[in-house]
């Protein structure tokens, strides 16, 4: 089925510990989006990358760092995780200037911080 | 600052009344907003958008109204339907580097059978 495709889907980590969430998307986008949900926070724009070999910060960058490995794939890195980042990741693509802008999200990563 | 604010973090309709989710904004450079439904353990789905130039926009059973002077949308659902039962989220568009949406923090709608 066309989609995003996140990996994986839940992961519990240690503090300090160091990983990868991995994200695919098979429908030909552009752009792509890292978002973090939090109870009650609603959905906040972590990185974007409007194209391939471009990244650029969003709203939550800190603690964080992106690669757009080509134009199928744009990954997140926590490289020394902390409680704060305990969340649920979504990753997003979308068909870039083309009405109705809508992002097609994957579904998601759950991440738990000790 | 929050620029795209959901006020009712839940709603309990019941079946085959009307639903009615509301959002406000601050952003006046928003060009375009949308709707996103999300059920548990799944990401968010798009559902329906309007362009700002536009006062009404109607898929089906979903109906999208923007007030631009009082810078509010709503989103009505008619007949509301048990698989309705979610939360929305509203989303503007800014036009910015790669149609950088931000969104609100989201409704739970609750139809009760």
């Known amino acids: 089925n066309a989609g995003v495709t996140q990996t994986p889907k839940f992961q519990v980590l240690k503090t300090g510990q160091s990983m990868t969430l991995q994200c695919a998307q098979d429908?030909?986008?552009?752009?792509m989006y890292w978002y973090r949900q939090d109870p009650g926070m609603g959905l906040r724009l972590i990185y974007y990358?409007?194209?391939?070999?471009?990244?650029d910060k969003g709203e939550v960058p800190n603690g964080y760092n992106v690669s757009r490995l080509n134009k199928r794939e744009f990954s997140l890195r926590l490289e020394s995780a902390a409680p704060s980042q305990t969340s649920v990741y979504f990753c997003?693509?979308?068909?870039?200037?083309?009405?109705?802008?809508?992002?097609?999200f994957g579904s998601g990563t759950r991440l738990t911080v000790v | 600052d929050q620029q795209v604010k959901q006020n009712s973090p839940s709603l309990s309709v019941q079946e085959g009344r009307i639903s009615i989710l509301n959002c406000d904004y601050t952003?006046?450079?928003?060009?375009?907003f949308l709707w996103y439904k999300k059920y548990p353990a799944e990401g968010p789905t798009f559902l329906i958008s309007?362009?700002?130039?536009?006062d009404k926009n109607e898929d089906g059973r979903f109906t999208v109204f923007l007030n631009k002077s009082a810078k509010h949308l709503s989103l009505h659902i008619v007949p509301s339907q048990p698989g309705d039962s979610a939360v929305y989220f509203c989303?503007?568009?800014?036009?910015?580097?790669?149609?950088?949406?931000?969104f609100g923090k989201g409704t739970h709608l609750i139809i009760q059978p």
């Open positions: 429908m030909n986008h552009n752009s």
């Open positions: 989303a503007a568009r800014t036009g910015g580097g790669a149609d950088g949406l931000t």
């Open positions: 952003n006046s450079m928003f060009d375009y």
């Open positions: 997003a693509s979308s068909e870039r200037g083309r009405p109705p802008y809508g992002y097609t």
């Open positions: 990358s409007a194209s391939e070999g471009t990244t």
């Open positions: 309007i362009s700002s130039i536009k």
